[in-house]
């Protein structure tokens, strides 16, 4: 089992940057896939990010692709979401997740979900 809590949301001006961290707890993290979805209000979860066990292979949805970055360390059993170049449509929960094996941007598909942190961008 592996435990997720997020953290570095906030709110920021359209244009801004900010950094999601996500803590995992469990003897699985270093071999699990984990990736990053967002929520807005009154729309589906949808896939940001996501990054293999090794840090080797990196995903994104193509609506974040030069904008955002997905990192780990799993010396640390953390993920990151660095997220640059914000917009007003960037506004949601940030949900971490991850899940053993191979990629997939279906959120059904992952096993371990935080909280979630709220990002609010203004224009």
């Known amino acids: 089992q592996v435990q997720l809590v997020e953290s570095g949301g906030g709110l920021v001006q359209a244009g801004g940057s900010l950094r999601l961290s996500c803590a995992a707890s469990g003897r699985t993290f270093s071999s699990s896939l984990m990736g990053w979805f967002r929520q807005a209000p009154g729309k589906e979860r949808e896939f940001v990010a996501a990054?293999?066990?090794?840090?080797?292979?990196?995903y994104y949805a193509n609506f974040v692709k030069g904008r955002f970055t997905i990192s780990r360390d799993n010396a640390k059993n953390a993920v990151y979401l660095q997220m640059n170049s914000l917009k007003p449509e960037d506004t949601a929960v940030y949900y971490c997740a991850g899940k053993p094996g191979y990629y997939t941007n279906f959120a059904g598909g992952y096993n371990y979900w935080g909280p979630g942190t709220q990002v609010t961008v203004s224009s």
């Open positions: 990054i293999s066990w090794s840090g080797g292979n990196t």
